[in-house]
C-alpha cells in the first residue's frame, strides 16, 4: 500500500517532470523560430547590398560607355 504522502511526492515529482519537458519543447520552438528569422534577415540584408551593387555597377557601366 502507497502511502499518501509517497502518492503526493510522486505526483508533484511527475508534474515537474512533464512540466520541464514541456518548457522544453516551447523554449526549442522558440529558438528554431528565432533562429529561422536571423536567416531571413539576414538574407534580405544580402539581398540588397547585392541589388546595390548591381546598381552601382550598371551606373558606372552607363557613365562609361
Given at each position: 500500500m502507497?502511502?499518501?504522502?509517497e502518492s503526493n511526492k510522486d505526483l508533484v515529482q511527475d508534474?515537474?517532470?512533464?512540466?520541464?519537458?514541456?518548457?522544453?519543447n516551447i523554449a526549442?520552438?522558440?529558438t528554431d523560430a528565432v533562429k529561422g528569422v536571423?536567416?531571413?534577415?539576414?538574407?534580405?540584408?544580402?539581398?540588397?547590398l547585392e541589388m546595390r551593387e548591381a546598381t552601382k555597377k550598371a551606373q558606372?557601366?552607363?557613365t562609361v560607355h
Open positions: 502507497v502511502g499518501k504522502f508534474l515537474t517532470e512533464t512540466t520541464a519537458t514541456r518548457v522544453g526549442s520552438i522558440i536571423a536567416r531571413e534577415v539576414g538574407d534580405l540584408i544580402s539581398d540588397g558606372e557601366d552607363d
